[in-house]
């Protein structure tokens, strides 16, 4: 008696289930950003981000606000520069990722795009 107790609870129990139950999505994993490795690009000018890398292969401007952004096989950089006072727009910011759009350390990406043709 007791087993056919526990079977017909286990069978109702299973009818509670709802049919194709997906699991939960994997986090991705977390990118900390540090400023290790971007000590030649962080407070540059657009100038001296043409000196490192070459010319950009994208420039857009909104306000006093610019972005550069340099491609190559490895990674895309997006450098963003901003005035501060009265002085030329200086590199604040960068993004970093791979062309199908996952994440790549930073520093690794800027390391990858010094040695693209046109930087120097």
């Given at each position: 008696?007791?087993?056919?107790?526990?079977?017909?609870?286990?069978?109702?129990?299973?009818?509670?289930?709802?049919?194709?139950?997906?699991?939960?999505?994997?986090?991705?994993?977390?990118?900390?950003?540090?400023?290790?490795?971007?000590?030649?690009?962080?407070?540059?000018?657009?100038?001296?981000?043409?000196?490192?890398?070459?010319?950009?292969?994208?420039?857009?401007?909104?306000?006093?606000?610019?972005?550069?952004?340099?491609?190559?096989?490895?990674?895309?950089?997006?450098?963003?520069?901003?005035?501060?006072?009265?002085?030329?727009?200086?590199?604040?910011?960068?993004?970093?990722?791979?062309?199908?759009?996952?994440?790549?350390d930073r520093a690794s990406c800027v390391a990858a795009l010094t040695r693209r043709?046109?930087?120097?």
């Open positions: 008696m007791k087993a056919s107790a526990i079977l017909l609870l286990a069978l109702g129990l299973s009818a509670c289930a709802a049919p194709g139950v997906v699991a939960p999505p994997v986090a991705r994993p977390v990118v900390t950003y540090t400023s290790a490795g971007l000590e030649r690009v962080i407070g540059q000018d657009a100038a001296g981000l043409v000196t490192l890398f070459g010319q950009p292969d994208a420039d857009v401007r909104e306000g006093t606000a610019r972005k550069l952004q340099f491609a190559g096989p490895i990674c895309v950089l997006d450098a963003y520069l901003y005035p501060k006072g009265s002085e030329p727009a200086r590199v604040t910011y960068l993004d970093a990722r791979e062309p199908d759009g996952s994440t790549i043709d046109g930087g120097k």
